[in-house]
């Protein structure tokens, strides 16, 4: 089983500013800078002929490139903890993109995402007790912003699991354009 994926991958000049927002509070579990992403579609755990299917589906979607930036932070709040992350700017581009991907997905034979798309880059997660931690965190970090960047691709990626934590491996790259 392969468990898939699909987004951006920010510039290194925008991961570099997300890394140098992060702090070395011990009460947050941050991101690695080789896990820093926007998803367009949560795919989940697929054997492999799904997977060529659902990455054929991909290969044929056509979009233009387009710009974005960083815009702001928030969280998502769960019962026992929650994420941390950065928000982007303007959001219509990456939503119809991401409706291209979930028909894509569709087409390729999966269930219809029933969540709505929120578009961020997740930061960090923590547990309850270390509310504390999170709300310091959004105080110094309100005005959190970039310059525009360029997205000319989304990636299929494939999660892996290990003693040291998820990684992402990059299975197929699609251009905008």
Not at 30 to 40: C, I, S
Not at 103 to 118: K, N, T, V
């Amino acid at each position: 089983m392969h468990r898939l994926f699909v987004a951006i991958r920010p510039p290194e000049e925008i991961r570099d500013l997300l890394i140098d927002a992060m702090d070395d509070s011990p009460a947050l579990r941050w991101v690695g800078e080789d896990n820093l992403h926007l998803t367009l579609r949560f795919i989940g755990e697929v054997e492999r002929p799904h997977a060529n299917d659902i990455a054929a589906a991909l290969d044929r979607l056509r979009s233009t490139a387009f710009q974005l930036r960083i815009s702001g932070i928030g969280k998502f709040e769960q019962r026992n903890g929650g994420a941390l992350w950065a928000g982007i700017e303007p959001k219509e581009p990456v939503a119809a993109l991401a409706a291209k991907v979930e028909r894509a997905c569709q087409q390729a034979g999966l269930e219809p995402e029933r969540r709505a798309y929120h578009p961020h880059i997740t930061l960090a997660r923590w547990n309850r007790r270390n509310a504390e931690a999170v709300e310091a965190f959004l105080r110094r970090n309100a005005d959190l912003a970039s310059a525009p960047f360029e997205v000319t691709s989304f990636i299929l990626y494939e999660s892996r699991l290990s003693r040291h934590g998820r990684h992402y491996e990059e299975v197929a790259a699609f251009p905008l354009g």
